[in-house]
């Protein structure tokens, strides 16, 4: 069985990372769901280039992957990065945030980069 313990310092740089409300609350989201950045701006009510920032940042850290689609970029969470068992556990000490999407859905902004 693989060690899935990280290192001290790799345990610091994600709980740095994720001590930002909005990225914690992205990645709870893309333990899910595959989104997109514009779904990110009308969830967070923030702008296109800050949302990229925290996206930038999670995958710098290689705890997100894109996926091209056409034109369009998905996030999804790199469950094969090295802090994501260490990420995973965290997770399970939060909230489901699923109510955000659903609330898109309702206005009928889910996945509007389609």
């Known amino acids: 069985m693989l060690d899935s ?19 914690l609350t992205m990645v709870k989201l893309l333990e899910s769901n595959d989104c ?13 280039p800050a949302i990229s920032q ?3 940042k999670l995958k710098d850290a290689g705890l997100v992957k894109e996926l091209r689609r056409g034109q369009w970029v998905f996030y999804s969470l790199n469950k094969e990065s090295d802090a994501y068992p260490f990420v995973q556990s965290l997770m399970e000490h939060l ?3 699923d109510d955000r999407l659903t609330a898109l859905e309702k206005q009928g902004l889910r996945i509007s980069c389609h």
């Open 36 to 48: 997109c950045v514009c779904e990110f701006v009308e969830i967070f009510k923030m702008s296109q």
């Open 5 to 23: 313990k990280v290192d001290i310092e790799r345990a610091a740089t994600m709980l740095k990372l994720l001590g930002d409300k909005t990225r």
């Open 95 to 97: 909230p489901d945030q």
């Open 54 to 56: 925290h996206i930038r």
